[in-house]
């Protein structure tokens, strides 16, 4: 769970935009329920990590692909590929790190498969060593 100063920055990044104020809330607590996280805040993106990153989530850029503009993209990495609808893209910089980007445009987006998925990050993530 984030502090307060934390909160603070998390309401600067998203410059008071409820509906993704309220999504970042609902990616929070399902990273909650996975196990202990820090919450890093950055100009362009808010980490989740262990001993390495496993989730971020940054706002979408209307412009590209034509996604829409009500939603945050959550990213995760894990070791493997993963195919699914809810997927927009899929990168793999390093061999058997594989990247993975979907939209979240509703609390419903987070569904149980996106849990698991960001608990096989987390567990990845444990299992990885800080550079």
């Known amino acids: 769970m984030m502090g307060s100063s934390?909160?603070?920055?998390?309401?600067?990044f998203f410059s008071n935009q409820e509906k993704k104020i309220m999504l970042f809330m609902a990616v929070e607590r399902l990273n909650d329920t996975i196990?202990?996280?820090t919450i890093e805040v950055k100009k362009s993106q808010i980490s989740f990590g262990t001993n390495t990153k496993f989730a971020w989530v940054w706002l979408l850029q209307s412009l590209?692909?034509?996604?829409?503009?009500?939603g945050i993209v959550l990213t995760f990495v894990v070791?493997?590929?993963?195919?699914?609808?809810?997927?927009?893209?899929?990168?793999?910089p390093y061999p058997g790190r594989w990247i993975h980007h979907l939209i979240i445009q509703n609390e419903d987006d987070l569904n149980e498969e996106v849990k698991q998925w960001l608990a096989e990050a987390y567990t990845f993530s444990e299992q990885r060593r800080k550079k």
């Open 79 to 92: 070791d493997h590929y993963i195919e699914n609808d809810q997927i927009v893209e899929v990168r793999e």
């Open 6 to 12: 934390c909160k603070k920055e998390v309401e600067a």
């Open 64 to 70: 590209v692909n034509k996604r829409p503009e009500n």
């Open 35 to 37: 196990g202990p996280a």
